[in-house]
């Protein structure tokens, strides 16, 4: 598996495709799409700045870690995601993907989160926006 430390990524698509990589402690800053069509993946302590994050990507880990308010419709059209101890501060998270998993995940902008979502497993999920109770 590749290892990726503390790196920081910027551009367009800056690690299109990755596979079988190991990512901690990186920053994927502006350019849309850092991750897109990403498989087997394990990132620890991530922040994700800008849009689109993980699209198309399937077999994903995320622990700890942070995507920011830019980083609007993360994850889209995505499948086996498991989210741990996770921020996301960004709206429209999460759209027709499935099995998902999210524990101790905070959602401070859930605006349009999980449409269209199928197999999704939460424990200790803070959801703040419409449709939420």
């Known amino acids: 598996m590749q290892e990726r430390n503390a790196e920081i990524f910027t551009g367009e698509r800056a690690m299109f495709g990755a596979k079988g ?8 800053e502006n350019g849309e799409s850092p ?8 990132l620890n302590e991530c922040v994700f700045a ?6 198309y ?9 942070y995507l ?7 994850m889209w059209y ?3 995601l498991s989210f ?11 759209r027709k993907s499935s099995q998902i998993s999210l524990e101790n995940v905070n959602f401070s902008d859930a605006a349009e989160t999980l449409w ?11 959801a703040k926006g419409d449709y939420f109770g």
């Not at 991750?35 to 394990?42: A, G, M």
Request: proline share 5%; aromatic share 12%; glycine share 6%.
């Open 68 to 74: 920011e308010p830019l980083a609007r419709a993360g």
């Open 57 to 65: 990507a399937s077999d994903i880990t995320l622990n700890g870690g």
């Open 35 to 42: 991750l897109k069509h990403s498989s087997n993946l394990e």
């Open 50 to 55: 800008y849009k689109y994050p993980l699209w």
């Open 116 to 126: 269209g979502c199928a197999d999704v497993k939460i424990k200790n999920v803070f």
């Open 78 to 80: 995505s499948k086996n």
């Open 21 to 28: 990589a190991k990512f901690t402690n990186c920053i994927f």
């Open 84 to 94: 741990k101890d996770v921020l996301i501060n960004a709206p429209k998270s999460f």
